[in-house]
């Protein structure tokens, strides 16, 4: 099988901040992993699917209003309905790296992991289509 992968890069903003400190819930980064999900799952299959567990999550390094995350995906594994999956989030740009200039931004020469997640999905088999 050929891997399949899908990425989406977005702007955290003064919404997701949760915490103190413009710190972003670890539950938003999960949210982006569900997005990339589901594309996987159209591109393989043709349907949403369900996100149905993750075998493990890791929150690696913290996240902010302001950064922007590139969330990426990749199709491991495929079974008779299941699907496994992996996902990274890495920053890619860093925000409100000065206190003294609020819109003083970076981009990171490295991009830097903030979540590392691996889960299974199912796409029932009447939905199964075929994607790409």
Do not use: W
Request: charged residues 25%; glycine residues 8%.
């Amino acid at each position: 099988m050929n891997k399949i992968t899908a990425t989406i890069r977005v702007r955290m903003s003064q919404a997701d901040a949760h915490y103190s400190g413009n710190l972003v819930d670890g539950a938003r980064i999960l949210a982006l992993f569900g997005d990339v999900a589901t594309e996987l799952l159209i591109r393989h299959d043709g349907d949403e699917g369900l996100f149905v567990a993750y075998e493990s999550v890791e929150f690696l390094a913290p996240v902010y209003a302001g950064d922007f995350i590139e969330a990426v995906g990749t199709i491991e594994k495929v079974g008779n309905t299941s699907r496994k999956m992996t996902f990274t989030a890495y920053k890619v740009i860093e925000a409100n790296i000065d206190p003294a200039v609020p819109s003083a931004a970076r981009i990171l020469t490295e991009p830097l992991v903030v979540t590392r997640a691996a889960g299974t999905c199912v796409v029932p088999k009447d939905r199964q289509r075929g994607g790409l």
